[in-house]
């Protein structure tokens, strides 16, 4: 869940409706949950993914959490490396950490973090010093472009005092980093550090094939082994029992997936970023309308539908891991088809694909 809700809505009805949707996914047996982060869109309003994670640990079984992402320009390194690693302990190391350098652009003005090439030094600077910070003990002296970190003075061994929190899971919890853009040089830079990738539920597929080439150059240059089960790709899956349903939900004037996708390409349109995510290089805006992202980027149709569908799509793009389906608003008539989508997903759809790929595997 990024998630996205229309703006009228108020932020304790979101966060209902996100908790319970949330523990349907886990009584269905679904195995991750991500949430997103951003401070200055009432649209999107997660400031603390954590904070609302840690609500469903004691309420979830089966569930894995995973922020998709922490904007770590946003944030003092020390905050998020002591955040995440009591996260981390708290859920038992149920916990996949995502990060990224942000991209919303009212959350830049508020952080006053708007130079891109700048952002991406901090991004990459803030997750270097929490792995050191994690990897050791006080004294601290880690020195950066924007942020020094130091412990060296007030260090009480007999009290505890200077130490910071290690996580759950050591040395840290797997990292992962969102990618959206064709033959993005961050997939190569996750794979060149161990980490995982998620592609975007707007990336076409040509795009989401790039990003599991470079992972694998990536991968390849450094002597490891490229996996599938460290790549994850998010899409909008929508299952329905005939055909023609999952297309009206799908394209209907007033669907909670119709706002989706036209609330996507609207902000990407605004940050002048239209070529990023259109089907065929070379498209004209005009011809780029929101019913052409939802063809390009949505999986709709009965079980059988969506089963050969996502055959299909893998085949095309690659052997990602794992399939994340994107949450969408409950207006109207929309809680109740995703409740029948998570539903049929679930039971239906997802024993058969997984079978599909183990079989795939073992040729």
């Known amino acids: 869940m990024m998630p996205v809700h229309p703006p009228g809505r108020t932020l304790s009805d979101t966060l209902r409706e996100d908790t319970e949707k949330s523990l349907l996914a886990d009584k269905l047996g679904f195995e991750e949950l991500w949430m997103g982060?951003?401070?200055?869109?009432?649209?999107?309003?997660?400031?603390?993914?954590?904070?609302?994670?840690?609500?469903?640990?004691?309420?979830?079984?089966?569930?894995?959490?995973?922020?998709?992402?922490?904007?770590?320009?946003?944030?003092?390194?020390?905050?998020?490396?002591?955040?995440?690693?009591?996260?981390?302990?708290?859920?038992?190391?149920?916990?996949?950490?995502?990060?990224?350098?942000?991209?919303?652009?009212?959350?830049?003005?508020?952080?006053?973090?708007?130079?891109?090439?700048?952002?991406?030094?901090m991004f990459v600077e803030a997750i270097d010093h929490m792995i050191k910070i994690w990897a050791s003990d006080p004294p601290y002296d880690i020195e950066g472009e924007f942020w020094n970190i130091r412990i060296k003075k007030a260090i009480v061994p007999e009290l505890g005092f200077g130490a910071m929190p290690k996580p759950f899971q050591r040395p840290h919890p797997p990292i992962h980093i969102s990618v959206g853009t064709p033959n993005s040089s961050s997939a190569r830079m996750a794979a060149e550090r161990g980490w995982s990738i998620i592609s975007g539920p707007n990336a076409p597929d040509y795009s989401i094939a790039s990003h599991w080439k470079m992972y694998a150059e990536g991968c390849a240059a450094t002597r490891r082994p490229a996996r599938g089960e460290n790549w994850r790709v998010a899409r909008n899956v929508i299952v329905a029992p005939t055909d023609a349903q999952a297309k009206e939900r799908v394209f209907g004037q007033d669907t909670a997936n119709r706002y989706f996708f036209t609330y996507l390409r609207t902000a990407v349109a605004k940050a002048g970023r239209l070529n990023t995510i259109k089907p065929r290089p070379g498209m004209t805006d005009e011809e780029f309308t929101p019913d052409v992202l939802m063809e390009e980027c949505a999986i709709y149709g009965s079980p059988k539908t969506v089963l050969d569908k996502?055959?299909?799509?893998?085949?095309?793009?690659?052997?990602?891991?794992?399939?994340?389906?994107?949450?969408?608003d409950w207006g109207g008539e929309s809680e109740a088809w995703e409740r029948e989508a998570m539903t049929l997903l679930a039971n239906d759809v997802m024993p058969k694909f997984q079978q599909h790929a183990a079989a795939q595997a073992a040729e």
């Open 37 to 121: 982060e951003h401070f200055s869109a009432i649209t999107e309003p997660f400031p603390s993914p954590l904070m609302f994670l840690a609500g469903l640990v004691p309420q979830t079984k089966n569930l894995t959490f995973g922020t998709a992402v922490i904007n770590l320009p946003n944030h003092h390194p020390a905050i998020v490396a002591g955040e995440v690693a009591q996260f981390d302990h708290m859920c038992g190391g149920r916990f996949m950490l995502g990060v990224g350098p942000g991209g919303l652009a009212s959350d830049h003005e508020l952080f006053e973090v708007a130079d891109g090439p700048k952002r991406n030094r």
């Open 310 to 328: 996502l055959i299909a799509f893998r085949d095309r793009v690659g052997p990602f891991g794992t399939v994340l389906k994107m949450g969408v």
